[in-house]
């Protein structure tokens, strides 16, 4: 079993930068996949990245390409996403999930952690 942890959101203009990390429990972190996701108000939640065990395979969905990199540090158990070029309609909670398998639904992934909201002002 996997706990995840997310940190880092909060309050940033337009045009602002961020990075947010997801710590994870355990001693098996190299074995999942991580990913990030992100749920705006009223909104579904939607897949933003993944990356696979190694850290090499990285997939994003499309229209976030550029602005946002995915990564991991295997040895500190905890997964990033930077985001650059922040805008409004970046606003939501985030959330990074691990599963054994990749996949771009949420519900391909069985861990998931609380959440860290990314609100950007205009």
């Known amino acids: 079993q996997v706990q995840l942890v997310e940190s880092g959101g909060r309050l940033v203009q337009a045009g602002g930068s961020l990075r947010l990390s997801c710590a994870a429990s355990?001693?098996?972190?190299?074995?999942?996949?991580m990913a990030w996701f992100r749920q705006a108000p009223g909104k579904e939640r939607e897949f933003v990245a993944a990356i696979g065990r190694s850290g090499i395979a990285t997939n994003y969905e499309n229209s976030l390409k550029g602005r946002f990199t995915i990564s991991r540090d295997n040895a500190k158990n905890t997964a990033y996403l930077q985001i650059n070029s922040l805008k409004p309609e970046d606003t939501a909670v985030y959330f990074c999930?691990?599963?054994?398998?990749?996949?771009?639904?949420?519900?391909?992934?069985?861990?998931w952690g609380r959440g860290t909201q990314v609100t950007v002002s205009s």
């Open positions: 355990g001693r098996t972190f190299s074995s999942y996949v």
């Open positions: 999930a691990a599963d054994r398998q990749s996949g771009t639904k949420s519900s391909e992934y069985e861990y």
